[in-house]
DNA sequence: CATAGTATCGTAAACGTTTACGGAGCGCGT
DNA sequence: ACGCGCTCCGTAAACGTTTACGATACTATG
């Protein structure tokens, strides 16, 4: 307590330094754990440190070394996501940093404006260089993206497959299962006409999920109806949507699988303004994200999972195949498919009495 | 195109320099607009970049000016928030983006993990300095954020008001307004006994709203009981508690204001379980941030608002008060209570045959 | 005692940029 | 011919770190 004590916030190490009549790199070795430095120094230099409030400026450190301990997650907050995502992103945040915070990485979120185009403002934002590795979201069919990146060497992970040439990793929910988890089910209780809602956007997991449930009808000698696929926003609003074509059709289907529970709410409404009740009239199964659809009566039979644990998933994809942290996280195979729990409710709970 | 073409993603201004046969200081200073530059040396420079894909790199600019143009957006993800917060966030976040894009500002979200101090983390962003101005969210009554970020003499604005003795710029709802509104509202409609939910974590907007109920009431010259101010996590969950609470008590209220719409389906739920039917037995108001109650029946009086143009205001109260900003952005207040309007429904539509 | 090895520390270069400063060239008026 | 002002550009220092390298002191070993 020699010199001034607490006052402003810190000039940089060589005050600190000077503080304690110590080498400016002895400072910076005792303060990153180097081992070249005496436990009994090393002591003094992190009192004082602590003591005078000293952070590392994060712009020289990472314009020496080149790292930032900053993990970026790209999300696009696209009209249609905005209404639809909830919370999923905050969700997912929240497993990720329970992971990146053993490791002393920050996690910030670099949500791209609407109007711009996400490739050009992923180009930025690596070009900027704040942050080590990235978290991309809401993957397309094809995303150049992940070209992008891959050519510039940054780590990353996706969230979502998608059929990019490169092999990158990802985890994905698997919809692909929940598909066909509910044509399995609709069928066994003797459901032949099955409807399917697809989003509007072309994000991965809306073909994945179509795709599983083309195949799961397939696999049961169920002949693919494409009036039964309806594209719709993953909203209330798509879910009425959905409702109200169906409705029109002159041959319409028993059952319907919704890919996402907020269209669960609008569904029920308009099924229910034709005098339709689910459960009872017609099948509904979907998947759920938030507890949102809790209320709903007669209580929605969806897939459900823990978004959390798979933000945690991720990025322990992202560490193991990043150098400085790979052998910590060793891994066999970098790409999961994250399960889905079926809560059962009420909404299929009736079988049909087969005509065959 | 004498030397190499666009072949890596090009190692710095240097070698930009060298390609061009032109010091690097003019280089520098033709990129960033300086004056003293030929406006044909300049073009050569500008189209050299492009075509090289140079991008300026970001850790070498800040340590050199001190300034990052990246504004952040501290959100705390707590559990409740996580639960509740739907899209605001990201849709604050379109309006912020609006306003910065003009100025190549860059947005990015600082989500605080559950598991740690806000002001703990917001230090360590502070000293990370990888951002020039801070955007605070989820202010609380008495918030040491405010007292920090002053101290570092690092700009910032609020969403939502605080009793902190800095004099900072901020926008909030006008959640004093909704309540006296509302109150007005429901009088009007011949009520006396008027029950209010208060959120369970010490947000200051749950202050406000409770004081503005109890500063309307003392106006229409109706007794304040605290046994009508539930006090309930802002969730469906929450509505139902209060709807709980309230049918519990002998001398039950009439009329009820409830400050979020989640808070409205619970609600909904329980009371109808209970065969009271909102709109006819019990009044209803609510705040309504984004269309997920819209199709509650009956239809939900409630408050709204564009989420997205407080997010302008608040980006450009911000820069208001940003040094380098604020004769682009001249203002007699930065402080800004953000109105809400009434969208009248059928859930508060019966009047009380008033015994008096 | 000489030597090698070890523990600890100081020195200085490097990261990529911005910018203060000065210099070169030029036109122009005296 | 001279000086002045202006335009344009190059030089080099500075921002705050990290780290390769060498220096020093001490210990162990022959």
């Known amino acids: 307590m020699a010199h001034g004590g607490k006052l402003r916030p810190m000039k940089g190490i060589r005050q600190l330094a000077e503080h304690l009549d110590i080498s400016i790199g002895t400072v910076s070795r005792a303060l990153n754990g180097k081992p070249d430095v005496n436990e009994e120094t090393r002591k003094r230099v992190l009192a004082a440190a602590e003591q005078l409030g000293y952070v590392a400026n994060q712009s020289g450190r990472s314009l020496r070394q080149g790292t930032t301990n900053v993990i970026g997650l790209m999300i696009q907050s696209s009209r249609e996501t905005v209404e639809n995502s909830d919370n999923f992103f905050l969700t997912v945040t929240g497993g990720l940093q329970s992971v990146f915070s053993r490791h002393k990485l920050d996690l ?3 949500p791209c404006p609407h109007d711009e185009d996400p490739y050009e403002y992923l180009k930025r934002m690596v070009a900027r260089r704040i942050v080590d590795a990235l978290i ?6 094809v995303d150049k993206r992940f070209d992008l990146l891959a050519k510039a060497k940054i780590p990353f992970a996706a969230l979502g497959r998608s059929l990019s040439g490169t092999q990158h990793p990802w985890a994905d929910l698997d919809f692909d299962g929940v598909a066909n988890a509910a044509v399995d089910r609709l069928v066994a209780h003797g459901h032949r006409r099955i409807a399917v809602s697809a989003p509007s956007s072309d994000i991965n997991l809306g073909f994945i999920f179509v795709d599983g449930y083309r195949r799961a009808l397939e696999r049961h000698g169920i002949a693919y109806d494409p009036a039964l696929v ?7 609003q798509g879910g009425y949507q959905v409702a109200d074509e169906l409705l029109g059709l002159e041959n319409g289907p028993t059952a319907v699988i919704l890919i996402y529970e907020l269209m669960a709410i609008g569904f029920y409404r308009r099924v229910m303004e034709a005098g339709i009740i689910p459960g009872r009239d017609i099948a509904v199964v979907s998947f759920r994200e938030a507890p949102r659809a809790k209320f709903l009566q007669p209580a929605l039979t969806c897939f459900r999972t823990s978004v959390h644990d798979l933000g945690v998933e991720l990025a322990e994809i992202l560490l193991s195949s990043m150098p400085a942290y790979s052998q910590e996280y060793p891994r066999k195979t970098r790409q ?3 399960p889905l729990e079926l809560i059962p409710g009420e909404s299929d709970a009736f079988r049909l009495k087969t005509a065959k």
Do not use: F, P
């Not at 991309?136 to 069919?141: A, C, G, K, N, V």
């Open 108 to 110: 910030i979120m670099l």
């Open 136 to 141: 991309i979201s809401e993957t397309q069919r």
């Open 230 to 236: 309806i594209r719709a926003k993953s909203s209330e």
């Open 336 to 338: 999961t498919v994250w």
